[in-house]
């Protein structure tokens, strides 16, 4: 069974870091493109990060291109996102999803990234 | 970037009737490789969101077949042939031919009347 597990939200104040994580298990984690979306409360979604499986590609939304960093560890079958420089409007729940041919077939159940004072 | 517009964003439904869901994009969604990469996804209150439908009309495993999605190059629509109480929740469209970015519509929130 596909399972995409996050982890790493907490409450940060505005120009502060994070560093989620998503623990992934049941496919071969090397062979799949990743995601983070995200999703504000009560909002809709909207795509944040792209991985290929080797990790060579990498693309991110204009928002927050030079303050995300998407990574991945095969190794450890694990996707990351490092988030510098945070703003109030970047608070959201953060899905790590697997792409599978130009779309996301399996969704982790989120975790919630607080960006206040 | 491709802009996906649906409507209508809040949708009342009886038990038991049908329902449908529009979806348009800002440039068609036909790929040259002969795919459109149109896909739906179902977010139930609480939850994480799940794949329905993807490449337009093809079902996930496990979804209903009462759900149904329809359309071409602008144009796309996903039905529901009779709206089950579980079907309350949100619906997004979004596509993945003219990445990056990849882009969703803003969500049609579908109520029992």
């Known amino acids: 069974e596909v399972q995409l597990v996050e982890s790493g939200g907490d409450l940060v104040q505005p120009g502060g870091s994070l560093r989620l994580s998503c623990t992934a298990s049941g496919f071969t984690f090397s062979l799949y493109q990743m995601n983070w979306v995200r999703q504000a409360p009560g909002k809709g979604l909207e795509w944040v990060s792209f991985i290929s499986g080797s990790g060579d590609t990498t693309h991110h939304a204009d928002s927050v291109k030079g303050r995300f960093t998407v990574s991945r560890d095969n190794a450890k079958n694990s996707l990351y996102l490092q988030m510098d420089s945070l703003r109030a409007e970047d608070t959201a729940l953060y899905y790590c999803t697997r792409n599978a041919d130009g779309n996301f077939d399996y969704w982790g159940q989120g975790t919630m990234v607080t960006v206040s004072s | 970037d491709v802009v996906m517009t649906q409507s209508p964003l809040s949708l009342p439904v009886t038990l038991g009737q049908p329902a449908s869901i529009s979806c348009r994009s800002s440039?068609?969604?036909?790929?040259?490789?002969?795919?459109?990469?149109l896909h739906w996804f179902q977010q139930r209150p609480g939850q994480s969101p799940r794949r329905l439908i993807y490449?337009?009309?093809k079902r996930d495993s496990g979804v209903p077949d009462r759900f149904s999605g329809s359309g071409s190059g602008t144009d796309f629509t996903l039905t529901i042939s009779r709206v089950e109480a579980e079907d309350v929740g949100v619906y997004y469209c979004m596509q993945g031919t003219h990445w990056p970015p990849y882009t969703f519509g803003q969500g049609t929130k579908l109520e029992i009347k």
């Open positions: 490449k337009v009309s």
């Open positions: 440039q068609s969604l036909a790929y040259s490789d002969g795919n459109t990469y």
